[in-house]
C-alpha cells in the first residue's frame, strides 16, 4: 500500500512492481510461517490463494501489454478505497459467509488481477476474510499465502517475459532485506503507538500519494 505508489512517483507502476517483488515475497513468507499451525492455514485456503494465483497471471499480462501512465490512476482508485474500507464495511457482506468457496474464487481472481496491475490486492481480500470472521493469527496467514502465490506467479510471469533479468534482482534483494527489518520495526513500533494514531498517520501518507498520482496521471496525458 506504501511502496508501490512511492516508487510509482518516481518510476512507473511497472518499474515499481518489479522492484517490490523480492520485498513482498520476503515479507509475505515471514508471515505466513509465524504464530503456527501455518499448514492448517494453507489447506484450508489453497483454493483462494489458487485464484489469486491465476488473476495474478493475467494483471501482469495485461500491465505488460498496456500503456503503464493509466495504472496510475487504477493504483490511485485502488488505494481511496482502502481509505474508504470503513464505509465499503457497512454494506452487507453476509452473503460471502453464505457463499465462502465462490466468493472466494471471485476475490481471490480480483484480488490477483489488481495485485499483478498495480501491486495492490489489500483492500478485496481483507473484505473477503474479514467476512469469515477469522481468528487474527489465521486472517494474517490466509492473506499472506495469497499474496505469496499471487507475487510468485507474477515473478515467474515477468521473467518468461524476460523482464526480470539478474541488474533487477541483484537491486531488489536488498530492498528486500530492508522490508523485513522494516517488519521487524513496525512489529517494536506497534506496541508503542495507539493504533488509532498509527491509522491516522497511514491514511494521511496514503491520501497524499493517491492525489499525487492523479496529478501525475493527469499530467502525462499532456
Not at 541483484?170 to 513500533?189: C, E, K, N, Q
Request: glycine share 12%.
Amino acid at each position: 500500500m506504501i511502496a508501490t505508489p512511492i516508487l510509482a512517483l518516481v518510476t512507473d507502476v511497472k518499474t515499481a512492481i518489479l522492484l517490490t517483488l523480492a520485498p513482498n515475497i520476503a515479507v509475505n513468507l515471514w508471515s505466513l510461517i509465524r504464530g503456527g499451525n501455518w499448514l492448517d492455514s494453507v489447506v484450508r485456503f489453497w483454493p483462494v490463494a489458487g485464484w489469486m494465483l491465476v488473476g495474478s497471471a493475467l494483471g501482469t499480462l495485461v500491465l505488460v501489454a498496456m500503456d503503464p501512465n493509466p495504472f496510475r490512476l487504477l493504483l490511485a482508485a485502488t488505494v481511496v478505497l482502502y481509505l474508504l474500507s470503513d464505509q465499503i464495511k457497512r454494506i452487507n457482506w453476509n452473503w460471502i459467509g453464505r457463499h465462502p468457496k465462490a466468493s472466494g474464487a471471485g476475490a481471490g481472481l480480483l484480488g490477483g488481477l489488481l495485485g499483478g496491475t498495480v501491486n495492490v490486492g489489500g483492500p478485496v481480500m481483507m473484505i473477503y476474510f474479514l467476512e469469515l470472521r477469522l481468528a487474527p493469527v489465521v486472517l494474517v496467514q490466509a492473506i499472506n499465502l495469497c499474496f505469496l502465490l499471487g507475487k510468485g506467479t507474477q515473478a515467474v510471469t515477468f521473467a518468461l517475459l524476460g523482464m526480470l533479468g539478474p541488474n533487477l534482482l541483484l537491486l531488489s534483494l536488498p530492498l528486500g532485506i530492508t522490508a523485513l527489518i522494516g517488519l521487524r520495526g513496525g512489529m517494536w513500533l506497534r506496541e508503542r503507538v495507539a493504533a488509532d494514531t498509527y491509522r491516522g498517520w497511514l491514511k494521511g501518507l496514503l491520501w497524499v500519494l493517491s492525489i499525487l498520482l492523479v496529478v501525475q496521471f493527469l499530467r502525462a496525458l499532456n
